[in-house]
């Protein structure tokens, strides 16, 4: 079923690379950088990843050519993960020579549980070629995060941690929110005491209010360590902290395929299916 374009765009900020630019530029001239997401996951024809690909290099190029504050965020199972992991590989390649070449940046997301080794092998192998151009995500439910964030920092890496989109088994990830936010304090302490820049992804003020204290109380400026939130929540909480002089990135997805990243914006919070129904319903 093809759902129309209207519900979605709280969440995305256009369909084409085009829609989006004006609403990346009133980001960037309030003092907020972005990430571009050209949504799409879980591929399973070369075809759509070759697409893919290609489709995200002209994004880089034209994020140079427009001057735009920002870089982008890629799903591997977009490039071809589920694919043939070489595959993948040449593929997540080809776009770091143009992030290179533009000197810019890619950030690869982090997926359902069944592929974080596969991602972070790749990340790795991605990270000893292209360096400060590529960055990872770690997810503070899952309970292996514990290892592959001591892993991570002691490489040094350009980490993005966030709680966790996808629905995990208890055997795999943290159930309850009180044991989640714990996890995440606990990395992001350990970011921010042993890398360079950490990006700290979320729109809880608990914990956003945390990573504050925490960083002033062991001296590290604002200058060392970005929020991100996501396009559509909590853009006041963004300015007010651009404001204050903290780094603010904010994730904006933008293209057609949004379903997946629609559904799991709104299955996060029951108010967002009031949210669509209002939508549906003014119309
Ligand atoms: P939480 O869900 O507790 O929300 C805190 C508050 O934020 C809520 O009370 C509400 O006000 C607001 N809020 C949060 N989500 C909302 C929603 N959907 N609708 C309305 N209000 C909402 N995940 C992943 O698995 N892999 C990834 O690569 C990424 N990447 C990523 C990048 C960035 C920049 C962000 C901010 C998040 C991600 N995530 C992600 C998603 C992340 O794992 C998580 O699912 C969401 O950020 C929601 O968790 P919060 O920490 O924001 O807290």
């Known amino acids: 079923m093809k759902l129309p374009y209207f519900l979605a765009k709280r969440f995305v900020a256009g369909e084409t690379f085009e829609a989006a630019v004006p609403k990346i530029m009133e980001l960037n001239n309030k003092g907020i950088k972005t990430t571009l997401d050209l949504l799409g996951e879980q591929v399973t024809e070369r075809k759509s990843a070759d697409q893919a690909l290609q489709d995200y290099r002209i994004v880089l190029k034209k994020i140079e050519e427009q001057r735009l504050r920002s870089n982008i965020s890629v799903k591997l199972s977009m490039m071809g993960l589920n694919i043939n992991k070489d595959y993948c590989r040449d593929n997540l390649f080809a776009l770091l020579d143009t992030a290179r070449e533009t000197d ?11 592929l974080t080794q596969p991602i972070l092998d790749l990340f790795k192998e991605a990270y000893k070629i292209y360096g400060r151009h590529v960055g990872i995500v770690i997810q503070a439910y899952l309970h292996r995060s514990k290892d592959d964030i001591a892993r991570l920092a002691e490489m040094g890496a350009d980490v993005r941690l966030c709680k966790g989109a996808y629905h995990e088994p208890e055997r795999v990830a943290l159930q309850h929110m009180p044991a989640i936010r714990d996890a995440f304090k606990e990395y992001a302490a350990i970011l921010l005491q042993k890398t360079t820049f950490p990006r700290i992804a979320t729109h809880d003020e608990e914990l956003v209010e945390w990573v504050k204290n ?16 996501l396009y559509g929540l909590r853009q006041n909480t963004c300015e007010d902290l651009a404001a204050q002089g903290y780094n603010v990135r904010i994730y904006v997805p933008f293209g057609t395929r949004w379903l997946p990243y629609f559904t799991r914006r709104i299955k996060e919070r029951k108010e967002n299916v009031w949210f669509i129904l209002s939508t549906m319903l003014k119309r």
């Open 104 to 114: 810019n940046f890619v950030r690869i997301d982090m997926e359902g549980s069944v």
């Open 214 to 229: 925490y960083a002033a109380a062991n001296k590290i400026g604002k200058a060392r360590y970005e929020f991100q939130m």
